[in-house]
Nanobody
């Protein structure tokens, strides 16, 4: 089992910045891909960004140039730096961890952290 705990959400004005953190614990040796997803009210959960253990990244088009995902394997942490936030970025942000197929291929989710962008 893997436990994920997010932190860093809050209320920010348009154009502002926030940094989300995700702490992973438990059986993390099999985790390769980690990422951030978000879900706005009335909408489906969507992918925001991914990062592999080796540092390769992927971003959804709507955050390219504004968000940066990073990872500290020694501390079992994943971060999402969000700059130039827009009202449409308002959502609950979830941390995700995906096991390598060799270890079972399971997906784990955190409890989510609310990000609200409003003036």
């Amino acid at each position: 089992q893997v436990q994920l705990v997010e932190s860093g959400g809050g209320l920010v004005q348009p154009g502002g910045s926030l940094r989300l953190s995700c702490a992973a614990s438990g059986s993390i040796s099999g985790i390769n891909i980690m990422g951030w997803y978000r879900q706005a009210p009335g909408k489906e959960r969507e992918l925001v960004a991914l990062i592999s253990r080796g540092g390769s990244t992927y971003y959804a088009d709507f955050v390219k140039g504004r968000f940066t995902i990073s990872r500290d394997n020694a501390k079992n942490m994943v971060y999402l730096q969000m700059n130039n936030l827009k009202p449409e970025d308002t959502a609950v942000y979830y941390c995700n961890a995906e096991e390598s197929p060799y270890y079972g291929g399971r997906n784990y989710w955190g409890q989510g952290t609310q990000v609200t962008v409003s003036s």
